[in-house]
């Protein structure tokens, strides 16, 4: 399955400045260690030491929160779209 | 999803207010009722920053009638690049008053209330209460989970936007019709790992493309209007010029919020490892100019990103950004027979990179209390501060 990831501002050092990069996967654990392997360094800021999703960075499939789906084993049907959206604080 | 109106209407308008209003009078949805209900509204606007500033012209214009302002803040030149309610004589000036003079020239039926002091756990319920909405433009984590925290004790719907460089995010948080802003992100970030607007910059305009939404939401629930933004998260991408809205739901693990907490030790502002790395290892930027002035052989380490350093840069200073030093990278860049030492902007990064460099076993190695900004202020004045 290929999908887009849309890549927030502060995670784009690790993408080239790249905002939307494709990554293989049939779950969200796929896609992530996809993006891992293009992009070394970038899943430890979306993931911590266990492996679970950090509490400050959201993970969507869509437009839903996979916290409120099946995490890291939600099911990424092909052409969907990931969005990685992290707590900034800026005002 | 609609709600009930937030506000009770006033009694009356004035004729100079019917005047003043026309452009919402006639638009069926407001009417007389929608500005009565924003007449009688009190609207608590914390941080008269980037988003506080569009933001609390248009309440003002939009003829809320009470602006409460909660700022301890001076303005600085930096600011003006966004901060659109201060102007160049109100340098120097604390920000809650020059809002206030600015508000009174938009709209002289305003009230404006001031609180200058420092939002904290001690005062925040005792300043929000009796206010119908607060809306929230700083610049912190610990300030978002305390406002937070408050509104969903008190049940005030609490308006949030947050901006970083070109992206935007904004949402309106209301605990008794829908998520809190814990049930979007349950924990701050660790102290250094997103960086402040300070260290990242900000496009001014963005402040005006978020605050404008933020009003508008806070409008509608005064008004008891549309649809409003509870439950749903806008991100702005204002390079891709995209809106892109997701669902936020209540966070069936979330704990419940019972009181207010120690917000500063909750989120950090330097982590553990940094203070305990720079407790006897942090030198003036005086000290860092004696020893250039005494030819001691020391190696000076810029940890900024390079386009800081173009903007200003201490002489005979290496750059290798921080980043580099969290990867180990930067280790092979440096002699090991010489001492080290490290700055940036103001201190927090260089405290962060000189934790890992100790880590890395070198142990002798320094950081400049105050960065670049102390080295402009207390060294070479000459030089531009960002």
Redesign the interface.
Known sequence: MSVSV?V???LR?YTKDA?EVTAEGDTLKAVLADLEANYP?IQA?ILDDSGKV???V?V?VG???V??ADGLDTVIADGSQV?I??????? | MSLPPLVEPADELTVDEVRRYSRHLIIPDVGMDGQKRLKNAKVLVVGAGGLGSPALLYLAAAGVGTLGIIDFDVVDESNLQRQVIHGQSDVGKPKAESARESIEEVNPYTTVVLHKERLDSSNALEIFDGYDLVLDGTDNFATRYLVNDACVLLNIPYVWGSIFRFDGQVSVFWNEHGPNYRDLYPEPPPPGMVPSCAEGGVLGVLCASIGSVMVNEAIKLIAGIGDPLVGRLMIFDALEMTWKTVKVRKDPEGEPITGLIDYEEFCGTVSDEAQEAAADSTITARELKEKMDNGEDFYLVDVREKHEYDIVNIPGSVLIPKGEFLNGEAFGKLPQDKQVVLHCKSGQRSAEALSALKGAGFGDAVHVGGGVLAWVNQVDPSLPAY
């Not at chain 1, 959206?85 to 005002?91: E, L, N, R, S, T």
């Open positions: 849309r927030p501002t502060i050092t905002a360094g800021r950090r509490r400050f959201n969507y437009d839903e929160d916290r409120f969005s959206i992290p707590a900034v604080a800026g005002g």
